[in-house]
């Protein structure tokens, strides 16, 4: 059972306009929420986070955006650029008590970002 | 950058051949975990480790194994290799605050024939 999803297996915008990738999750112990950046034959890369006290956070041109009752997540790119071109992943994670950092990812959506 | 390497990039093994990859980190992070992505899956977590000598399995832990003798090596084991387990695998790390960002290695790409 998936417990995060990206529904969209890939987006094509153009450049200059908004990106936006979405995360859907089903278990409501999720408190904290990572979006990656994966390019070919690389590891993956953090971008940004968001904590689940917050419905938003801001970080130049990314903007994640957090719905606590409809367990949804979104990620804003704005704009984009040809460079913003690559797999993104979402991931959650329920910190609790235990604080070991077990991160769900979902199964990633292309972005292609045409000039 | 977490000052993460993997070894090796790459390798192609029979099955039923032992595997060991290693994840080597010089930043000194407390949490290590091994990851497969796989198409249509994305990254799912295999094992990790909460300090040297303690580990923990993940969602996809049957025919691995791993090991933490000092805190800048996590190894990864196939006993016998199969095909299934052709995939790439990732490392990662992490230190223990607030957050849960993990910094990534670059990648071992494992094939089985």
């Known amino acids: 059972d998936q417990q995060v999803k990206q529904n969209s297996p890939s987006l094509s915008v153009q450049e200059g306009r908004i990106s936006i990738l979405n995360c859907d999750y089903t278990n409501s112990m999720f408190d904290y929420f990572l979006w990656y950046k994966k390019y070919p034959a690389e590891g993956p890369t953090f971008l940004i986070s968001?904590?689940?006290?917050?419905d938003k956070n801001e970080d130049g041109r990314f903007t994640v955006f957090l719905n606590k009752s409809a367990k949804h997540l979104s990620l804003h790119i704005v704009p984009s650029q040809p460079g913003d071109s690559a797999v993104y992943f979402c991931a959650a994670s329920g910190r609790g008590s235990s604080n070991t950092g077990k991160l769900i990812f979902g199964q990633g959506t292309t972005l292609q970002v045409k000039p | 950058d977490a000052g993460i390497t993997q070894s090796p990039r790459h390798k192609v093994t029979e099955t039923g051949t032992p595997v060991t990859l290693r994840c080597h980190q010089t930043e000194n992070h407390r949490y290590m975990y091994w990851y497969r992505q796989d198409p249509g899956h994305g990254l799912r977590l295999i094992h990790y480790?909460?300090?040297?000598?303690?580990?923990d399995k993940g969602e996809v832990s049957d025919g691995y194994s791993v090991s933490r003798s000092k805190t800048e090596d996590f190894l990864l084991t196939l006993e016998s290799a199969t095909s299934s387990q052709t995939s790439v695998y990732f490392c990662?790390?992490?230190?223990?605050?607030?957050?849960?960002?993990?910094?990534f290695g670059p990648g071992t790409r494992l094939t089985v024939l």
């Open positions: 480790s909460y300090g040297v000598k303690d580990t």
């Open positions: 968001i904590s689940s006290i917050k």
């Open positions: 990662a790390t992490r230190t223990y605050s607030s957050t849960d960002t993990q910094y």
